[in-house]
C-alpha cells in the first residue's frame, strides 16, 4: 500500500492536469506514514490573511492572532472560536461571502482554505508556533518503496551544452542517447535515485550532469557514465527544477513542499553541499529559468505567481500574478528581455522583463501547459500540453487590443496519444524532443516530422548491422 501525503494540496480538480501527477505520482513511491500537516497549513492561512491585523501592533478589533491565548480570549465582538464547533465560531463565520464584518475585508479566501480553517477547529485548534511565525517546515516523516512497475513516465529532459547528448529521466532511472541529424543513439543508462527523476541539468562543461529526485542530488560523471557524488543533506523534499549557473561549480534547485513551501538552494558541486537558500514561494516550484547571464532567475509556482530574483543576492527584484492558476513552465527569450510562461490555467502568456507587463497572450487553450522553451531559431516559443500537443509559436505580437488569436502563429507541430511533460529543442530548432506520460521519448524535426519514438524503460543498445 502506498501513501499519498499530498491528498491535502487544495486544489480545483478542473485545474488539476495531469503534469501535476509528477508531483503526485512521486508519492506511489513513498511508504505509508504518518503526515498530520493540518495544524501547519492553518497557521500560514492565518498568517498570510489575519495576522496582517490582529497581531500585537495593530489588534483590530481587539483581537489578538499571534497566540493561541489571544484567539481564545477573543475581541471586542466576543470569543472568536468555539473549540470543536466551527459553524458556531466567529472566526469560521466571518469568512463566508456577503456576511457582515466579512474577513479579510478586502477579498475572499476560497473555499478550500476555509475548509482548512474549519477542519482545524474542528480538530480543537492545535497551534503550531512556528509555522506561524513563517519558518520553514520540518520535513515529513516518508518511507521509500520501490517505483511501481506501472510508474513510468519520463518527467525530465537535458540537452547537453553542444546539443550532441539527451539526458532523459524516466522512473528511477537516468538515460542517456546521442543526438543525430535524424535519429537518437542509445549511449548508457543507470539507475540514478529511489524515487522518480524530477529534474535534470548538465553543467556548462558538459561533462558532468546533475539530477535531482526526493531529497537527493548526484553529479554524474558522463565520460564514463559514473556517479560522482550525491547530496542529501539539508534538502525538504522533491527536487523539481535544476539550472545550472554560468560559473561551471554552482547549481540552483528548487526544493520545499507541496501547498506549504518553494525554496531555491545554491549547491557547490565539487564540493558537494548547500551553500546558500531562501524561500520563494507558499507553495512548489514548478519550474525555473535563468538568464543568459545566470544573474536573474525566474521560478514558477503553486502559488500562482512568477518571480524574478537577484542570483547574487538571492533577492527578489519582481513578483508578477501571472496565471489564475498552478504556473507549471516558463522560459527566457535568448537575451532574456522577455519571459514566456505557461499555466494549468490553459493561458500561455509573453512578458517584458524589465517593465514587467503582459505584452502578449499566445493560446487559450482546453489543456495545460506542462513545459515550454524559447528557442534562438525563428525566433519561435514552442510547448507541449496535457493533450499531448506540441505546438511552436512565431511571428510574436504585442496586444493591440486584437484577439490573442492574433498575437502570435500558431502551429502543431506535433501530436501525442498521452500526455507530453517535459521538452527540449537544440539551438537550431533542428531537433525538438518530448517525454511522454507512458515512458515514450518522442523526437521531431522542424517541418514536424516524427523521427524518433523510443520506449525509454527498455531502450538498450542497437546492433551493429551484419556485414
Request: some cysteine.
Amino acid at each position: 500500500m502506498y501513501g499519498n501525503p499530498l491528498m491535502t494540496l487544495p486544489m480545483n480538480p478542473v485545474h488539476f492536469p495531469s503534469a501535476l501527477l509528477w508531483l503526485l505520482a512521486g508519492t506511489a513511491c513513498l511508504g505509508a506514514a504518518p503526515d498530520n500537516r493540518e495544524p501547519a497549513m492553518a497557521m500560514k492561512v492565518l498568517r498570510l490573511n489575519c495576522v496582517p491585523c490582529h497581531n500585537e501592533e495593530k489588534r483590530k478589533g481587539g483581537l489578538l492572532l499571534t497566540t493561541r491565548a489571544g484567539l481564545l480570549e477573543g475581541g471586542d465582538e466576543g470569543v472568536a472560536i468555539l473549540e470543536g464547533k466551527p459553524e458556531e465560531s466567529r472566526l469560521i463565520q466571518s469568512l463566508a461571502a456577503g456576511v457582515e464584518s466579512h474577513m479579510p475585508p478586502k477579498k475572499q479566501l476560497p473555499a478550500s482554505q476555509i475548509k482548512l480553517l474549519a477542519d482545524w477547529v474542528r480538530a480543537g485548534a492545535l497551534w503550531d508556533e512556528a509555522a506561524l511565525a513563517g519558518m520553514a517546515p520540518a520535513p515529513r516523516a516518508v518511507a521509500l518503496a520501490p517505483v511501481p512497475a506501472a510508474y513510468r513516465p519520463v518527467m525530465a529532459l537535458a540537452l547537453s551544452p553542444d546539443g550532441s547528448r539527451l539526458a532523459v529521466g524516466c522512473r528511477n532511472e537516468v538515460v542517456l542517447f546521442e543526438v543525430g541529424p535524424d535519429s537518437l543513439k542509445f549511449l548508457d543508462r543507470a539507475r540514478a535515485h529511489l524515487d522518480p527523476v524530477q529534474s535534470i541539468a548538465w553543467m556548462p562543461d558538459g561533462k558532468q550532469l546533475v539530477t535531482g529526485a526526493f531529497r537527493r542530488v548526484v553529479v554524474w560523471n558522463t565520460a564514463p557514465f559514473r556517479q560522482e557524488r550525491e547530496i542529501s543533506t539539508g534538502l525538504t523534499d522533491r527536487i523539481t527544477a535544476l539550472r545550472a549557473l554560468p560559473d561551471g561549480r554552482q547549481v540552483l534547485l528548487a526544493d520545499g513542499q507541496v501547498a506549504e513551501s518553494g525554496i531555491v538552494r545554491v549547491v557547490d558541486v565539487p564540493g558537494g553541499e548547500i551553500v546558500r537558500s531562501w524561500p520563494a514561494h507558499d507553495d512548489t516550484i514548478f519550474a525555473m529559468a535563468l538568464s543568459g547571464d545566470g544573474k536573474l532567475l525566474a521560478t514558477a509556482g503553486g502559488d500562482k505567481l512568477v518571480k524574478l530574483w537577484d542570483v547574487g543576492a538571492g533577492t527578489v527584484s519582481a513578483k508578477l500574478e501571472a496565471h489564475s492558476t498552478q504556473v507549471l513552465s516558463l522560459g527566457f527569450n535568448p537575451d532574456s528581455s522577455q519571459l514566456v510562461t505557461g499555466g494549468a490555467d490553459r493561458q500561455l502568456k509573453v512578458w517584458d522583463v524589465k517593465t514587467r507587463e503582459n505584452t502578449t497572450a499566445l493560446a487559450s487553450k482546453t489543456t495545460a501547459f506542462n513545459a515550454v522553451l524559447w528557442s534562438a531559431a525563428g525566433p519561435a516559443v514552442f510547448a507541449v500540453t496535457d493533450d499531448g500537443s506540441l505546438l511552436r509559436y512565431t511571428d510574436l505580437k504585442t496586444h493591440t487590443g486584437a484577439q490573442s488569436s492574433d498575437t502570435g502563429n500558431e502551429q502543431v507541430l506535433g501530436k501525442a496519444e498521452v500526455a507530453l511533460y517535459c521538452l527540449a529543442a537544440t539551438d537550431s530548432g533542428e531537433r525538438i524532443f518530448a517525454g511522454s506520460s507512458d515512458g515514450q521519448l518522442l523526437g521531431w524535426n522542424k517541418d514536424g516530422k516524427l523521427l524518433d519514438k523510443i520506449d525509454v524503460v527498455t531502450a538498450q543498445p542497437v546492433a551493429p548491422a551484419p556485414p
